[in-house]
């Protein structure tokens, strides 16, 4: 029973923060410098997931374009499919911040 309390007890102290879901179009630049089409699926002011046709590496370095010319630097996490996640490496201020 201790060990499940402790268990517990580090679950909640996870925090994740809002997400914000839709489908809004980006542009991925690998660190070679090439460009591929992505569909951000849903953000958050720590991460992010996207569909995309190209197959990211876990752990590689990416910059994430937005239609207003940002870019964001990040590094994908996961991938799955046609599927990737990532969190940004700088600070991302979001509407509901």
Excluded: C
């Excluded at 102290?13 to 809002?18: D, E, H, I, K, L």
């Excluded at 720590?46 to 876990?58: A, V």
Aim: glycine share 8%.
């Amino acid at each position: 029973m201790p060990n499940e309390a402790k268990a517990s007890s580090r679950n909640a102290q996870v925090r994740r923060a809002p997400r914000i879901e839709g489908r809004h179009h980006a542009i991925a630049v690998d660190s070679a410098g090439r460009t591929y089409d992505v569909t951000v699926v849903d953000i958050s002011s720590g991460g992010f997931r996207i569909e995309t046709e190209e197959t990211f590496r876990t752990g590689e370095y990416i910059t994430l374009r937005v239609a207003r010319n940002d870019d964001f630097p990040t590094q994908i996490l996961w991938t799955l499919g046609k599927e990737a996640g990532g969190m940004f490496l700088e600070p991302v201020a979001l509407p509901y911040d």
